[in-house]
Every structure is written in C-alpha cells, then in structure tokens.
C-alpha cells in the first residue's frame, strides 16, 4: 500500500548473533528512516540515511548500524544481539523536500532467544 | 522524562461514546505535531496532522495548545473499527529533520459493542 518494502518479515536471532534487515523505499523517496518499536512501546528513531550518507542517530549504540544504496534501498545491522533487541524494526520513506510526509513499512519482527 | 508523554490506557468505550486523548511533550522547539494510528501488529499510520488553529476530519478532532506543548485527539461517535492504539507524535521542523518523528507510548482504544 505504501510502497514501502521490508524483509524478512519475521525472524528469530539467538543472543550475540548479527542480524540483517532491508527496506526498499517508496519510488523516488531519497530519505530512509529506521525506528525500533518494543512491546508495548511506541517507535524509536535509529537513525535517518539521505543519499547514501547518515544524517541523524538517535540513542542507539554503535552495534547498529545502517547503509543506503544508490537505489536508495536501506540496510539496518545490528551487531551482538541481545534480548532487548527483540522489537518490531520499522523503515520509513520519504522525499527529503516534502516535509514531514514519511510512508511505514509492515516492519520486521524480530526476536531474541 | 520521556520527550512525549502519552496515557497509554486502554480506554474501554462503548459504540457512540465521545472520547479524548491527551498527550504532553517537553521540547519546546517541537514544530509539527500529528497523530497516527497503529492496529495490532502492524506500522502506524498517519490519521491526522495537528494544527495551532485545531482542525477536524469527520469524527476526528485534534488540538494544539503550544503554551502549555499539550496536544489532544477527541474522536466522536466511536465506532469498533475505531479500536487502536493511538500515536502522539512530534517533530522538529526543517527538511533535514524529514522523518525524525518522536513517538509518544500510544494509547490503547477498545471500543465495544
């Protein structure tokens, strides 16, 4: 519905593992966003790529990191997992001129045994 | 303290019932505020932006009260489909701050028949 593309949908993750999650942005959005939502929560900004280059984190370590392809596709990582790294990982477009208009993805389920 | 504060409920209502959401948030150079809904299990949605002058869509009103950062959602004549978890959300505003939303709780909203 929103163009807005990520996988896997589900996945579970034994503890200190790496994990892979990828979002592919509504056509012609240049701007990528990640948010974590826990149980119960509401989302959490990660950080924000724009043309391939980081431009803004929130309070997450450096365990978690992200990249955005010229296609402007997104990759988020995260490093030595732990349990509370178990959450709902949401991605985001947007066009960076359009202001505050961002589309979700359905999120990634992910779960840390 | 968290930057959005949210009564994350639930709120049981009956069908027909009038029922409003408050939420409060701390940083004072927040410029654009919305609300989103979230059903069970999936991303959230944007339902409505909120505006100084306040502004309404069919059943859905939102206010803004700057003075006191104090944002509310009053839905009218509730209906079942409207059973959700509710969203504040607030941004700061600037295109490089696209897409970097702070996400209150949520309020859960269970409306029975």
């Given at each position: 519905e929103t163009g807005v593309t990520?996988?896997?949908t589900h996945l579970i993750k034994t503890r200190g593992q790496q994990v892979t999650?990828?979002?592919?942005?509504q056509?012609?959005?240049n701007t990528v966003s990640w948010y974590q939502q826990a149980l119960g929560q509401g989302p959490q900004f990660i950080f924000q790529y724009y043309r391939e280059e980081e431009n803004g984190r929130g309070n997450f370590p450096p365990r978690f990191s992200g990249l955005q392809f010229p296609n402007y596709s997104s990759e988020l990582n995260v490093n030595a997992l732990e349990l509370d790294d178990s959450a709902l990982y949401l991605c985001a477009s947007s066009f960076k001129a359009q202001g505050n208009t961002i589309y979700f993805g359905e999120g990634s389920w992910l779960t840390v045994v | 303290r968290k930057e959005v504060e949210q009564d994350p409920g639930p709120f049981n209502v009956p069908e027909g019932a009038t029922v409003a959401f408050n939420c409060t948030y701390s940083n004072s150079a927040s410029q654009s505020f919305f609300w989103y809904r979230q059903d069970c299990r999936k991303e959230p949605k944007?339902?409505?932006?909120?505006?100084s002058s306040g502004n309404e869509d069919g059943r859905f009103t939102a206010q803004l009260n700057r003075a006191?950062?104090?944002?509310s959602l009053l839905i009218r004549d509730s209906k079942l489909s409207d059973s959700a978890t509710y969203l504040c959300v607030?941004?700061?505003?600037?295109?490089?701050?696209?897409?970097?939303?702070?996400?209150?709780?949520?309020t859960t909203l269970q409306v029975k028949p």
């Open positions: 990520q996988s896997p999650l990828r979002c592919s942005s056509s012609g959005h | 944007l339902l409505m932006s909120v505006y006191s950062q104090y944002i607030v941004s700061k505003v600037g295109s490089s701050n696209t897409g970097k939303l702070i996400f209150g709780q949520g």
